[in-house]
């Protein structure tokens, strides 16, 4: 059964340096979101991508964030410049029809 | 403001009883989801539905538009049920809205 792959599973990084989480989402999939989870929280929205470019964003998605469909089968998040409260659980998620979403088993993110 | 409720919070039973988790949602909505997070981390979509009724194994979910209102059903529960359960309603706009879970024990 096809499944949503996410890379790596857990990045530790310094404060201010830039990540890159990676999402490989179901291949004939067109709609394409991220969501972080912080330890203890609630799931939350952070952007949704659909023909090539951010379709929704939530106020958590400043200009640190970016998103990119990079070669058409990779789904990136970038965050710039790291802060603590940066650290959660990622989770990427992808849809054929935007309503039916299947989630990758995040990536933890730990910022120092 | 929460724009989804859920309760309870946290849910304690023995293998074999019948369990509700309810959910409560003040957008309008185009389609809400069920979904597990196991103890680990991962999530797994349990259901998604606009309308009615879904089964699934010894889950079952129910939605009632008009009270804005959903309900998780697991029959003769089991130990592996053990997990959070999050209600999720997608709105008109297309934007999750996620409840803050419950935590669902089951006791041997």
């Known amino acids: 059964e096809p499944e949503v792959t996410q890379t790596p599973s857990h990045q530790v990084t310094q404060m201010g340096q830039e990540v890159i989480l990676r999402c490989v989402p179901i291949?004939?999939?067109?709609?394409f979101y991220w969501y972080r989870q912080i330890l203890g929280q609630k799931v939350e929205f952070l952007v949704s991508?659909?023909?090539?470019?951010?379709?929704?964003k939530s106020e958590i998605f400043d200009d640190q964030f970016s998103v990119e469909r990079p070669d058409g089968s990779n789904f990136t998040l970038k965050i710039r410049s790291t802060k603590l409260e940066d650290s959660a659980m990622y989770f990427c998620?992808?849809?054929?029809?935007?309503?039916?979403?299947?989630f990758g088993p995040g990536t933890r993110l730990t910022v120092t | 403001k929460n724009e989804v409720e859920q309760s309870p919070q946290n849910l304690t039973a023995q293998e074999g009883e019948f369990i509700t988790i309810n959910c409560s949602y003040s957008?309008?909505?185009?389609?809400l989801h069920w979904l597990q997070q196991h103890p680990g981390g991962g999530i797994v979509s349990l259901f998604m539905?606009?309308?009615g009724k879904k089964k699934h194994g010894r889950l079952i979910a129910t939605i009632n538009i008009q009270e804005k209102h959903s309900s998780l059903h697991i029959t003769a529960s089991h130990p592996r049920d053990s997990a959070v359960y999050i209600c999720?309603?997608?709105?008109?706009?297309?934007?999750?809205?996620f409840g803050t879970g419950t935590s669902l024990t089951v006791i041997p």
């Open positions: 998620a992808s849809s054929l029809t935007g309503v039916e979403q299947y």
């Open positions: 291949s004939n999939h067109l709609y």
């Open positions: 991508f659909y023909n090539n470019e951010i379709s929704e």
């Open positions: 957008v309008g909505i185009s389609a």
């Open positions: 539905l606009s309308s």
């Open positions: 999720a309603a997608l709105n008109t706009g297309n934007q999750f809205y």
